[in-house]
């Protein structure tokens, strides 16, 4: 019996199909890279039928790749040597909010607004956001991050335990409820960020928070990016919490402006978010402007109102929709890099001269908290000469990132797009990586050619 028999006879069939029009759902992603389609796709309902897939993949060698809501950057979830694409949009519920651990056991499909949504009515919130209203198993399997990382941290810092099926079947867990652990190794730092290729996650235990008693949004425009990273570094230096810290760069804000009706200046500009009590946050704001009046800062904007904040940040959240709009026929590179922060101006500085060396039409911004940036470029995918600059133009930074310490991707993650980095980044710790994969996959059927290259 085929595997394609094996798993019809397990699903009922409105979970188990080869459709046209699901297969190339499920063969791309947000991503410029080419799409490719899956054999088939499967939509488990538990950690059981996760677990019964996996057995009928390890034993007939078939690719499996776990799939959330498709939003990844760099080729994630494309399976390029086809196989099994394993949807857990079925698996979408909050299993359990426990208020006074300030955690939450959700199933991986479960997407960051519903979870939210929820821990509102406890006053909480879970932390990380990308941008995209992406499944929290996606957004653990790239160690996503976002705007609010520079206060509360990446997802990797939320994740208290996994559930995880392994490429043999076996279903075990990472981590615990404790709030803190010196037993054994950190697996939950193991997995998150595996991007599907080590396990397929099945249940996660994030932390979450309580929601701030007073929140105040900031847009503070300076005549160059310099002085804009100072401002972060000065603030931060400060012992300021932020919640949020965003550059925008002069283009980009000339795009904000045209798509979203704002008459911001088109300046490099930070957009900011400061939590906290309301005596606290008043000192902050008063001592955050003091810091920023002394870096010449041209323009500085407090938003306290909700509706005001809102439309702040949906301008700069919108900011990839602003040049998709903008550039009809067009698809979108999106890259990141993240550098120390005394070398992000002059990272910022060098993307936007080769922005300009190879004519692209493109804009920079960056979660400037944590030194991660990322280049927003439109490309016209049928000419081969603008691809091949964009993959120079990758190549550049992510080597300019890399001579100064920094990382080929802050939160974007590998995929397909950033593997011929890791060997380079990583050194004599690459191959310690590939013996991790070729022990828990020794098949190589768990999102196989994706993060490190197998020995063969």
């Given at each position: ?8 006879a397990?699903?009922?069939?409105d ?23 899956p ?84 006053g ?49 867990h ?13 697996l ?10 080590l ?32 401002g ?8 300021i ?22 008459d ?46 809102n ?7 919108n ?24 070398e ?21 911004l ?23 600059n ?34 380079k ?32």
């Open positions: 019996m085929s595997y394609l028999d094996e798993l019809k397990i699903f009922p069939k979970r188990v199909t080869a459709n046209q029009v699901v297969l190339e759902r499920h063969g791309k992603d947000e991503s410029y890279h080419t799409p490719h389609l054999d088939i796709v499967v939509f488990p309902t538990s950690a059981e039928e996760v677990r019964a897939v996996m057995k009928i993949a390890s034993v007939h060698e078939i690719p499996v790749i776990p799939f959330g809501l498709g939003t990844s950057l760099e080729g994630h979830i494309i399976p390029y040597e086809g196989g099994i694409s394993l949807d857990m949009s079925l698996m979408d519920e909050i299993i359990e909010i426990m208020p006074n651990d300030f955690l939450v056991k959700v199933q991986p499909g479960v997407t960051r607004s519903k979870l939210n949504n929820e821990l509102k009515k406890h909480l919130f879970f932390t990380v956001d990308p941008g995209a209203d992406a499944t929290l198993g996606g957004m653990a399997a790239t160690n996503a991050s976002g705007t609010t990382s520079v206060r509360y941290g990446i997802m990797r810092d939320q994740v208290k335990d996994l559930e995880v099926v392994l490429a043999d079947g076996t279903i075990m990472t981590g615990n409820l404790a709030g803190k652990s010196s037993s054994g190794y950190n939950n730092g193991l997995f998150v960020g595996s991007e599907g290729t396990g397929c996650f099945t249940e996660l235990t994030l932390r979450v928070h309580g929601i701030p008693e007073t929140i105040v949004a900031a847009r503070a425009s300076f005549h160059s990016i310099d002085d804009a990273v100072q972060v570094v000065n603030i931060l230096s400060a012992g919490q932020m919640a949020r810290i965003e550059l925008v760069d002069e283009e980009s804000m000339k795009r904000i402006n045209e798509f979203s009706e704002t911001y200046a088109e300046l490099p500009t930070l957009f900011m978010e400061f939590h906290g009590n309301q005596a606290g946050l008043a000192q902050d704001v008063e001592f955050a402007e003091a810091l920023l009046a002394d870096l010449n800062c041209q323009e500085l904007k407090f938003e306290k109102d909700n509706r005001a904040r439309k702040l940040w949906d301008a700069r959240h900011l990839a929709y602003a040049y998709i709009h903008n550039s009809p026929g067009k698809k979108m590179m999106v890259t990141d890099v993240c550098l120390p922060m005394s992000l101006a002059g990272g910022i500085k060098h993307a936007r001269q080769l922005i300009e060396k190879y004519g692209f039409e493109g804009g920079l960056g979660h400037v908290g944590d030194g991660n940036y990322h280049a927003l470029l439109m490309l016209d995918l049928d000419d081969k000469t603008e691809v091949e964009a993959e120079r133009f990758n190549k550049d930074i992510v080597e300019y990132a890399l001579h100064r310490g920094g990382s080929c991707t802050g939160e974007h993650g590998v995929g397909v797009g950033k593997m011929k980095f890791q060997e980044e990583h050194g004599e710790a690459y191959p310690v990586m590939q013996a991790l994969k070729q022990t828990l996959d020794p098949k190589n059927i768990l999102n196989p050619g994706k993060v490190i290259k197998i020995k063969k």
